[in-house]
């Protein structure tokens, strides 16, 4: 015991000198309030703009003028995406089967084409499960469909042309040709009212 003892003190000894202690005296603590930069505001659609929105919100209610794009009436909620869940028939179906009141946004493929369809009287055309794999969104004089399960690639896409054929809307879709299209995007919306 007395060795290990010894031992301390001379370890003591040698670290702890005479010699006075420099310290170096540190500036008050002060809070650094950071505030992160608000976040940016991811948009709501990759296809439209909130004018497009504001569009669409007065044609829902008939209106003769569009809505400010601060005073949209209406939430556009995003239910299915293309470039993000895909583009065969059977994903429409899978995602938004059941949902009312939506509205379909597809970009023309090859053009700056945007159309959007929603109608209030035949809503989606219902297909057959077995007619799923091949048939999508079907608005009276809209149809989406595909033989290779991908509405981007092979021109299944189709709107009446022909005012004689016009049976549903009051307007023509899409005023130009080809009658046969394909897409590059399209959105489905749900739209819920806020006001």
Same mark, same amino acid.
């Given at each position: 015991?007395? %060795?290990?003892?010894?031992?301390?003190?001379?370890?003591? +000894?040698?670290? $702890?000198?005479?010699?006075?202690?420099?310290?170096?005296? =540190?500036?008050? +603590?002060?809070? =650094?309030?950071?505030?992160?930069?608000?976040?940016?505001?991811?948009?709501? %659609?990759?296809?439209?703009?909130?004018?497009?929105?504001?569009?669409?919100?007065?044609?829902?209610? +008939?209106?003769?003028?569009?809505?400010?794009?601060?005073?949209?009436?209406?939430?556009?909620?995003?239910? $299915?995406?293309?470039?993000?869940?895909?583009?065969?028939?059977?994903?429409?179906?899978?995602?938004?089967?059941?949902?009312?009141?939506?509205?379909?946004?597809?970009?023309?493929?090859?053009?700056?084409?945007?159309?959007?369809?929603?109608?209030?009287?035949?809503?989606?055309?219902?297909?057959?499960?077995?007619?799923?794999?091949?048939?999508?969104?079907?608005?009276?004089?809209?149809?989406?469909?595909?033989?290779? %399960?991908?509405?981007? $690639?092979?021109?299944?896409?189709?709107?009446?042309?022909?005012?004689? $054929?016009?049976?549903?809307?009051?307007?023509?879709? +899409?005023? %130009?040709?080809? =009658?046969?299209?394909?897409?590059?995007?399209?959105?489905?919306?749900?739209?819920?009212?806020?006001?």
């Amino acid at each position: 015991m007395s %060795s290990s003892y010894s031992l301390l003190s001379t370890f003591k +000894r040698r670290t $702890l000198s005479d010699r006075p202690v420099n310290s170096v005296i =540190l500036p008050p +603590r002060t809070t =650094l309030i950071t505030e992160l930069p608000p976040c940016a505001k991811e948009p709501f %659609s990759t296809i439209i703009s909130e004018e497009h929105a504001a569009e669409i919100s007065a044609w829902i209610d +008939r209106k003769t003028s569009n809505y400010a794009t601060t005073n949209i009436p209406y939430d556009f909620q995003l239910i $299915l995406l293309g470039t993000r869940d895909g583009f065969a028939p059977q994903t429409f179906w899978n995602i938004c089967n059941g949902h009312s009141n939506t509205v379909v946004i597809a970009r023309v493929k090859g053009t700056d084409e945007i159309i959007w369809v929603n109608d209030t009287k035949r809503a989606i055309f219902n297909v057959e499960k077995n007619y799923q794999n091949k048939y999508g969104p079907n608005f009276g004089d809209f149809r989406m469909s595909s033989d290779k %399960s991908n509405f981007t $690639l092979d021109d299944g896409c189709y709107c009446k042309n022909d005012i004689s $054929l016009f049976r549903y809307y009051e307007k023509q879709i +899409r005023p %130009s040709l080809p =009658l046969y299209f394909s897409i590059i995007n399209y959105e489905v919306f749900k739209i819920v009212r806020t006001i």
